[in-house]
């Protein structure tokens, strides 16, 4: 990238402190496992630990020290945070330049913002409103009245069903859909007939949407995805959802009709949530959890297996649960053992 | 929307019994916990109903009365049905108009039927047919020779590959794809060889399918859903899969190949088939449940769990789980207090 | 089709041993319960051991004669490969003919190879490269500096982020995401901050990937699916995920960051791994399989449930877990019958 930054440079810029010399030129960052003089580099996981301490790199971002280590640090109580913003010291975010292009579908009725980027065959239909700066790429759809802020990246063929309403600096992966129709058909004599799904979505500030993932409309009134809230890819939120802020839900997670989710929520991957329940502020549902019921927090923080329990208690089961063919030939022995002959 | 309607005429259109001051005229419909003065709502979940006591509404849709609520209801055998009734009245589909974009890409050998409409960026490829009245939104793609029935809705970018066929009135929503190869490989010592896919996908009438879900065509022969037969997003149906008539499938599914699902079979989210079994009609299958076997609907109607076993005995199973260290802790005790020492 | 071939000759074309007739003369393929005079099939599964039994079929691929069979027999240690070699005899490949449409927008600073085939509204990106007889299907969008091979079948609306690279004779189906950003987001007191993701993708020859799924660039490095590895439809994998060569994956299975899957591998519908884990060559993941921890060969091949274990203990625990009422009401008969009253 060509950029040249002394090591006591960088630990001001992204507020760590620096244990090591403070002369050393960095020029770039990379992985712990492959980084070498010259580069910076960061200490996520305890597995990688051995790493650090051979790590030819010039300066590695952590907690504390690693003993035995070469390298400086950039030690920082939150040192994920400090690798973000060293990420993007060496990696400022490359901005596709302004412009429409002449191949998109520009409804005469839609309103652009001011330096907009607007890429071949996007379609904006009659209505709809796309804020300043904002980059739309390949293929994306906005919908009939639906509202995209400013400062947002809606990837190749996005799609935004009529109506929708999306904050700003919102970002948007290939393929994500936002107000598809809600599952919802009341049973008949003469089959399914479709509950109209009238709704809309209001997706917050800073929201990041991963690939491919669904986000529906509601029935009535308004699924909401709060400010800051991060989904992976492949999700899929019901109609009429409601998810605070700051939440983080991982890919394949499924999240059924009228669920509300609260704020700080930790959500892994492939978790499902059964319709109409609440997951409280601050909880953690472990990956692959069934949730079946309403999880208060102040009855436990860590929700893991279907249906979800505390993760303790799925813990200690889980550990137990391979020893069942044990625990059923120990009660068999105590069961011969113990029933005198003729008993039963 | 304009609509003003006398709650006696809106019983009768929608076939409900008014319990109440028919003279009322209501203007819309919202959520239970929404609605004001001029609105009907509905009663879906006995957990809402301290909502429907407590509610301004003018009209509530319901099975029975409430004790204590001061709105007229609408009683009906069937209220999710007359709720739609009602949604559909006060909100009528309001369709796009027809036409054909000059920015679709439409293969002089296609057929294209009456009064459809044709966004921007849609690819009608060669022998392909589209049937009156349906709506191709911008970036839909029918591939050669696929056939598409009347009156259906296709959203952005849903993909027909080559050859499927799809009935009349049929949804498929953005990013739904139809008819992308199985996944069918040969091991071999040089790697996996190709199988080729050869066969096709016919959908019948009155199908809906989520967002970005996608139905595999048959390796040979067909992949067959059924009239009527409901969808939810990001379902996998695999090759050579035969759905029938009128069953729900909710979110992230997957099917895996040659499953035969019947009618009016209802699947929870997130569940999972593997290939080659059969799924008798009117089962219900849990969320998240894994099936590995045929099941046989003489045997249990609701199943769960992985692997899937009849719904109460999985309930009994569930609830004990969590009890197994105690479990444990028992068999040990009765261990140390029965077995005299020396004994073993 | 218009294939006309004697038996004699399949047999000796895909390497099998013929068992009949040789001069009998067949012109398609057809599933084991269609097939008729003719036609040769393929007995895939003991389950339709009886379909072979009573077949109309000229002829039939297995490994072994099949007792009371009237069809001749195409013999072969492997029937799957020669099932393949045959459809494909029948089936040979149809190419779209080469060709740009002038409604695809390639950045004049695209290189484009020979004999490619690019459909209607198409994107190519400044500096992205695509390699000869590569066919782009509509909608497909190849972003700045990424890298098609040879011979390679991209369906529609495929998304090929900036920098990515991929081989040769690579199937993507149709929707499905490569480079889209990892999910890396570290919290801070003002919500989480995204780590820039400034990796790539690289993904090896005769790679196959199924529709809708979404293939994570590194944080730093690269995201890397060896030679010849296939993707079924709505797999997610993550950021600085390593997948071997020949390696398979079904259905909405989900691998988190930094996984290090083997060779060889397979993996069942539905699976999910956590992230920085190991899964060595050749190991089996079974269906809806949850693992949490690298798996080693030498410890079992093949694993299951969640946490997953080896399949054997997992099978044994699974047939016991239904009798865990049972079990529970033995200890308390145990317990009744053995703890003299007053002792506790």
């Not at 770039?28 to 630990?49: D, H, M, R, S």
């Not at 069903?161 to 994500?176: D, M, P, Q, T």
């Not at 509601?218 to 989904?231: D, E, P, S």
């Amino acid at each position: 990238m060509g950029n040249e930054i002394r090591l006591s440079d960088l630990a001001a810029r992204v507020g760590a402190r620096l244990s090591g010399e403070g002369d050393a030129v960095v020029t770039g960052v990379a992985p712990i496992e492959e980084a070498g003089p010259g580069q910076v580099t960061f200490l996520a996981n305890p597995k990688y630990l051995h790493f650090a301490r051979t790590s030819a790199a010039s300066a590695i971002i952590a907690k504390d020290r690693v003993e035995g280590a070469r390298a400086a640090f950039l030690l920082s109580d939150n040192p994920y945070f400090a690798f973000a913003c060293v990420v993007e010291l060496f990696h400022p975010p490359v901005r596709r330049p302004a412009g429409i292009s002449p191949l998109a579908s520009i409804h005469p009725g839609a309103s652009v913002g001011k330096d907009v980027t607007i890429a071949p065959f996007v379609v904006i239909e009659e209505g709809a409103v796309v804020g300043d700066r904002t980059v739309l790429y390949p293929g994306v759809v906005v919908g009939e009245d639906a509202v995209v802020g400013e400062d947002c990246l809606l990837y190749p063929h996005v799609v935004l069903y009529h109506g929708v309403r999306i904050g700003s600096r919102v970002i948007l992966h290939a393929g994500c859909v936002v107000g598809s129709d809600g599952f919802g058909f009341a049973p008949s004599r003469e089959g399914y007939r479709k509950i109209p799904q009238v709704g809309t979505v209001e997706i917050g500030d800073d929201v990041e949407i991963g690939a491919n993932s669904a986000v529906d409309r509601a029935a009535l009134g308004v699924t909401r995805i709060g400010r800051g809230t991060k989904l992976d890819n492949l999700v899929q939120v019901g109609h009429n959802v409601v998810i605070g802020a700051d939440t983080v839900i991982a890919g394949l997670t499924g999240i059924a009709g009228s669920c509300r989710i609260g704020s700080r929520v930790m959500i892994g991957g492939q978790a499902g949530l059964a319709g109409h329940l609440e997951v409280e502020d601050g909880i953690i549902l472990g990956a692959k959890c069934g949730v079946a019921n309403t999880l208060h927090a102040s009855e436990a923080r860590v929700w893991s297996g279907t249906p979800a329990i505390p993760h303790p208690a799925w813990l200690r089961m889980s550990m137990l649960l391979p020893k069942l063919p044990e625990l059923f030939r120990r009660v068999k022995r105590l069961e011969d053992a113990k029933i005198p002959k003729g008993e039963e």
